[in-house]
C-alpha cells in the first residue's frame, strides 16, 4: 500500500523558516517525481516546488530564491526547505508522488503550515 505522510508543518512568525518532510512508503521511491503543492482556505492547490522527469527542479514564481526542495533516496523522503515565510504562503501543504510517465499519483494527508505574528 502505497503511502506518503508529511510531517513539519506549523505556526511561525513571518520571516522564519520551516523544513517539511515526505516519506513515501509501500512503493520504491526512484519509481516516482516528487513534489509540493499548497492550498489555501478558498484557494485551488497549486504547485510550489517539484522534481521534473529529468530530475531537475521546478519551482513556483512566489517561491523562487525562498524555498527548496530536495530528496534522501536512500530515505525515501522528499524536503522541502522555507524561508523569508510571508502570510500569504499560510497554506495546507501536500506532498505529490506521481508515477514516471504516467498521470498515476498519490496524496499525502497534508500538514499545515501557519505564517502569523
Known amino acids: 500500500q502505497v503511502q506518503l505522510v508529511e510531517s513539519g508543518g506549523g505556526l511561525v512568525q513571518p520571516g522564519g523558516s520551516l523544513r517539511l518532510s515526505c516519506t513515501l512508503s509501500?512503493?520504491?521511491?526512484?519509481?516516482?517525481?516528487m513534489g509540493w503543492y499548497r492550498q489555501a482556505p478558498g484557494k485551488q492547490r497549486e504547485l510550489v516546488a517539484a522534481?521534473?522527469?529529468?530530475?531537475?527542479?521546478s519551482y513556483a514564481g512566489y517561491v523562487k530564491g525562498r524555498f527548496s526542495i530536495s530528496r534522501d533516496n536512500a530515505k525515501n523522503m522528499v524536503y522541502l526547505q522555507m524561508n523569508s515565510l510571508t502570510p500569504e504562503d499560510t497554506a495546507v501543504y501536500y506532498c505529490?508522488?506521481?508515477?514516471?510517465?504516467?498521470?498515476?499519483?498519490?496524496w499525502g494527508q497534508g500538514t499545515q503550515v501557519t505564517v502569523s505574528s
Open positions: 505529490n508522488a506521481r508515477f514516471r510517465g504516467t498521470s498515476s499519483e498519490f
Open positions: 509501500g512503493t520504491i521511491f526512484g519509481f516516482y517525481v
Open positions: 522534481f521534473t522527469s529529468g530530475d531537475s527542479t
